[in-house]
Every structure is written in structure tokens, then in C-alpha cells.
């Protein structure tokens, strides 16, 4: 006859996720205890290890509990103009399923401002699982923000739950990273955020107030403080055409898409138009007072 046994950590020791061993136990013969022989276990260890695609920008440190890791999305220009997209693969002994779980405040939770898609599942074969992880287009806040949590519950349920806590060092609007740039003229860094564009400057207006947390359409000043004057520039040629100089050429592209120069046209507040462009031939490219960039 063949006895089985279950041979289990106990207590505290058995929620350390990395307490693997070695560990030694003595069997004895059960006809003579006489005779016995050490036997050396090895547990499996359950602690997962979680990566991404953005290495330095997202960083990993885990708790004195062991089963909890603060996730830290750094201010990184791997983020700038995107809806802040990293793929995060785990691997881990048995699987996971993710969860956004019991979160303990729903207005700062991960599940009120990202989605989670899971494109690879664990196999014995890939022992990974990996994820997705972005805003939603509803998302906007402010740095430092955290939120809490991402679930990671172990398909084998003599493992524990793992989790992540996340805070993002960088601001979001509705949904996108936008650009931080410095102002020529005044050496502050504003953000720059481009969300589409609209028919005429009052929608593009309405929609950016509505934003709130401090966004708004950029000011005739703000674009002057951007590409560094105080004024129309006295150089302007070729019907107001005024080339940006580095590095103004490539914040106008990274915010508009394109920037080699523009044309400005009346210097007023209330009437004023920029169409910022890669070709001085003629108004081409992208009008300020209708596209919806926001700035804070």
C-alpha cells in the first residue's frame, strides 16, 4: 500500500511568495524509526515577474509584504502623444487572471481610467501571460497620480493574489500624454496636447473648457512664449511666413504634426490665426485657432 502525503509551508512562511527553500525533512520507516533519511524540498516559488516594453520608463519595486509592487510611469518620452500604451508580461509558475478586483476608492481606481486587454495567455509550453495596458479617453488627471489596483490572482489557488500599484508622473487629457514644452521666452514648461481637430474656434473652444482641471486653447501669448518672441517677428516674408528654428520646429511637429514655420496672420486675441506648416507656398497645414490642442 502506498501512503500520500501533502507537505505544506505553514504559517507566515507560506505567504513569503519567494520562501522556495531548501528545506530538509526526516523520513523514518514506518516499520523501524530507527531508520530514517534527510530529504531536501525545493517549493515552487509563486512570486511573478512583471515587465514591459518600455524598460526604464516603468519601474517595479516590490513591498515588505511581498505580494504587492509599486509601479511607478515615469515622465519619459516614450509616453509623449500616446494614450500611454505599455505591454506588461508576467511570468509566473501556473498562470494568471487578471482582475480589477475590490478597488478601495472607484474615483481614483485603474479601472476608472485604463483598459487592460490580455493578447497571450499562460501555457506550460510560454509560461507568460501579457497584457495591454492604456487610458481610456475619458482619463484626464494631473501628476503625481495614484492608482490603484491591477490584479494578478494565480490560476493554482494554493498561491496568493499579486497586485499593482500604480502612479503616473505625467498628466493626462482625455485619454493622451501630451508634449512638456519650455517656453522660449520665459524658460517654463507647459503641456501641449493636440485632440483632433474641430470646424471653427468656438467648438474647439467648448470642447476645451469642458476638459476642466486647468486645460484651455492655447493664447496668442502662450504661442508667441512657444516659438520665442514677444511679437509678429520683423523677419516675416513670403506673406508672413516665419520658419521655426530648433528645437521650435520639432515641438510644433511633435504637438501638430507638422512645423516647419507658419503664417501669422492678425495679432489679435479674439481674431488671431496661425497655420503652422511645412510649406511656405501657400495656407497649408494646420490652423490653430480650429485644431483642438489644449495647453495647462
Known sequence: ?????????????????????????????????????????????????????????????????????????????????????????????????FSFG?????????????????????????????????FKSTATFNPTKNIWYLYFEHNDPKFQRFELDEYIYFPVCLGKVPYPIVNANTTTTKWWCNLGKETNQTTAKNKADAIGSGWHIPTLAEYKALVGFTDKPATVTDANWYTFSYPIQTYMTNVFGTGRGAFWLPDTNATFEIWISDNKGGCSGIKSNTALVVVK
Open 102 to 134: 475590490d478597488q478601495k476608492d472607484p474615483s481614483n481606481s485603474a479601472s476608472t481610467y485604463q483598459d487592460v486587454k490580455q493578447t497571450k495567455t499562460w501555457t506550460q509550453e510560454s509560461p507568460t501571460d501579457v497584457y495591454v495596458v492604456s
Open 1 to 97: 500500500m502506498t501512503d500520500s502525503y501533502t507537505i505544506k509551508l505553514a504559517g507566515n512562511t507560506a505567504k513569503t511568495p519567494e520562501n522556495a527553500g531548501p528545506y530538509t525533512i526526516t523520513v523514518k520507516n514506518k516499520s523501524d524509526n530507527t531508520q530514517s533519511v534527510p530529504i531536501t524540498l525545493y517549493f515552487k516559488s509563486s512570486m511573478p515577474v512583471f515587465t514591459t516594453d518600455k524598460g526604464s520608463a516603468i519601474k517595479f519595486v516590490l513591498q515588505g509584504n511581498k505580494y504587492q509592487h509599486d509601479v511607478s510611469l515615469n515622465n519619459n518620452a516614450v509616453f509623449y502623444g500616446t494614450n500611454g500604451s505599455y505591454t506588461l508580461t508576467v511570468s509566473s509558475p501556473s498562470g494568471l487572471k
